[in-house]
Nanobody
């Protein structure tokens, strides 16, 4: 079993920055991909970004390219999401998720952290 705990959310003005963290614990000795997703009120959850185990493959949603940066520290079992130039439309609950290498489904999810961007 794996537990994921997000932190770093909050309220920020448009144009500001936030850094989210997601710490994994439990059965984390195997290689895994980490992703960030978000869900705004009244909308479906959407993909934001993902990073593979070695960090050499990173994907971003078009809406966040050039503004968000994902990174990871495998020694700490932690993934980060640096969010710059935030916009009101970035307001959402942000979730981190884990999927094992060689699988297609994110099997574990965090509880989410609220990010609110005021205009």
């Amino acid at each position: 079993q794996v537990q994921l705990v997000e932190s770093g959310g909050g309220l920020v003005q448009a144009g500001g920055s936030l850094r989210l963290s997601c710490a994994a614990s439990g059965r984390t000795f195997s290689s895994y991909t980490m992703g960030w997703f978000r869900q705004a009120p009244g909308k479906e959850r959407e993909f934001v970004t993902a990073i593979n185990w070695s960090g050499d493959r990173i994907d971003y949603a078009d809406s966040v390219k050039g503004r968000f940066t994902i990174s990871r520290d495998n020694a700490k079992n932690t993934v980060y999401l640096q969010m710059n130039s935030l916009k009101p439309e970035d307001t959402a609950v942000y979730y981190c998720a884990l999927k094992w290498v060689g699988t297609s489904r994110y099997a574990y999810w965090g509880q989410g952290t609220q990010v609110t961007v005021s205009s």
